[in-house]
């Protein structure tokens, strides 16, 4: 059965944040050895902004929470340099955690024009 789309791509953009392929590719041009890791992100979202119903509150997320759990048989000290490298790189969580500009432009053709939504 496919899934149900989300009335909203926030789910997503957390998705994107954990499933980042960073942290173990930097761990590895560290040469940190690592046995597992773990990535767990939650985001948290006021839905009276997303539904519009009261003003001053954000329609998107409020607060992202990402927590990386590796293992393996390095120092905690050695697991800690790579995140530090990860966080400065991530270009996902680097759009989430700094403003970037965003040009919307609204483009209104006639139905019959060529070029027109169907």
């Not at 050895?33 to 539904?51: C, F, N, P, S």
């Not at 519009?52 to 000290?77: I, K, M, N, Q, S």
């Not at 490298?85 to 759009?95: E, K």
């Amino acid at each position: 059965m496919p899934e149900q789309p989300t009335p909203t791509p926030l789910p997503e953009i957390i998705d994107a944040i954990r499933a980042d392929p960073a942290p173990r590719v930097w761990a590895e041009l560290l040469g940190v050895r690592l046995d597992a890791m773990r990535l767990e992100t939650e985001g948290e979202i006021d839905l009276a902004g997303l539904l519009g119903l009261r003003d001053g509150v954000r329609p998107g997320l409020g607060a992202v929470r990402h927590r990386v759990v590796p293992a393996g048989p390095e120092p905690e000290e050695r697991y800690r340099e790579p995140a530090e490298a990860v966080d400065r790189h991530r270009p996902v969580l680097d759009i989430v955690a700094n403003p970037v500009p965003v040009e919307h432009v609204v483009e209104v053709r006639a139905a019959s024009s060529p070029g027109a939504p169907r």
